[in-house]
């Protein structure tokens, strides 16, 4: 796999170092992961490896395109290599699983803003759309099922209440 890393990063006018192949490594392994995540699996190679490393690894493989970051609201911002395609993203609410959805149109942007001219759209040229779907994966569902069975009804005394523990119940 380094091979393919060194081609990756030479393309790209990057030198090849040891963190930058960690984190290609790491990203191949588990896309769709957080700094942390990457500093952890890379880190299982490399003990030594600092954070300040990996997000200055981050930045510049996202600045060359050789990484895609994206940030699901209320999250960490993600990455993944999965570049140059026109795919959005669909997450978890309960566990945040991340899937890759393939766009159904096809070609970019694959949305486009509506057709209602103003003086803030004028002159802008639309060449991404960046959709995050937010929904309950089916093993969420069906944990949830199992625990709906389990569990007896509590009755809940306010509207504050019910939302504190639907939140905490996940």
């Known amino acids: ?14 030198r090849v170092t040891v963190p930058r192949s960690l984190v290609l ?3 191949a392994e588990r896309p769709h992961s957080d700094a942390d995540a990457v500093l952890a699996a890379a880190r299982r190679s490399y003990p030594n490896l600092s954070a300040q490393a990996v997000y200055g690894v981050l930045k510049a493989l996202a600045a060359s395109s050789l990484v895609r ?5 209320g999250a960490a911002a993600l ?6 395609d026109n795919h959005h993203h669909l997450v978890c609410r309960r566990c945040r699983t991340v899937v890759d959805v393939d766009c159904a149109v096809g070609s970019a942007p694959c949305l ?10 004028a002159g802008f040229v ?3 759309a960046e959709v995050i779907f937010w929904g309950v994966c089916a093993d969420c569902r069906a944990g ?3 625990e709906a069975v389990r569990q007896p009804a509590v009755p809940m005394t306010n509207e504050s209440d ?9």
């Open 69 to 73: 970051r994206f940030e699901p609201a």
């Open 144 to 146: 949830a099922d199992r």
């Open 126 to 128: 639309v060449d991404e």
């Open 25 to 27: 490594s790491a990203l």
């Open 112 to 121: 486009t803003p509506s057709t209602v001219t103003s003086e803030a759209r």
């Open 162 to 170: 019910n939302h504190y523990r639907r939140e905490t119940s996940a």
């Open 79 to 84: 990455y993944e290599l999965r570049v140059g």
């Open 1 to 14: 796999m380094r091979s393919r890393w060194e081609e990756m990063l030479r393309a790209a006018g990057l």
